[in-house]
């Protein structure tokens, strides 16, 4: 065997452990592996943030804690059971179209939308309620976070709200089945990336003192 025929062979093998890999992984995780890139990629983010907030909050503790007091506890309560609730109905929803129920896959889907929609109108309300009282993310670095972390993240509820409406669309068409689910296996990762993100959010803007 020459040296050719060797560097061949070791380049065969190799792609070929590149896509066991692939493969292996893409089966571990539900939906489409490129989508949990992106997961991985914006939890990172959001994890930068978090630890620049806490890192600012301790060195002006007395500041945050008394801005602190001036957020509803209540409404950020509510919001965590309604995505948490949300989350509930999109995991009844996978596991209806599993079982190749499209139908019932759409109605859990919707109200998993329904609730993000629920989630978006308290926030909006808070957001009135700060802007009304002239506070703004130039107010002090309690409001910089506060408001900066609340819109991104309520932009990936938005962004979810879109991807569970397509899936809920091609659900009620027929276009997934016990065999190919993948789409909604997709929308459901996403939207418990968005729940669980809250889950650290509100603790750390509304409670931890």
Sequence with gaps: ??????????ADIAVTARADFQ???QKDLPGDFA???????EMLVF?????????TR??????????????SRTSGAINTLVLI??????????????RGLSSQCAH??????LLGGVFISIKIVEFHAKFAAGITMSSNAFYMFYLSLTFFHLMHVLM????????????????????NHTGVETGASFWHMVDFLWIILFPLIYIIR
């Design 35 to 41: 989508l949990w890139i992106f997961i991985f990629a």
């Design 160 to 179: 979810g709200m879109v991807i569970l409406a397509s899936i809920i669309v091609k659900a009620r068409r027929g276009g997934y089945s016990a065999q």
């Design 1 to 10: 065997m020459d040296a050719q025929s060797v560097k061949i062979g070791s």
């Design 108 to 113: 859990w889907l919707t109200g998993a939308l």
């Design 58 to 71: 301790a060195n002006n503790v007395a500041l945050f804690n008394e801005s602190q007091l001036t957020l």
């Design 23 to 25: 493969k292996n992984h």
């Design 47 to 55: 994890g930068v943030l978090f630890v620049a907030y806490a890192f």
């Design 85 to 98: 609730t949300s989350s509930y109905f999109v995991v009844r929803g996978v596991d209806a179209i599993k």
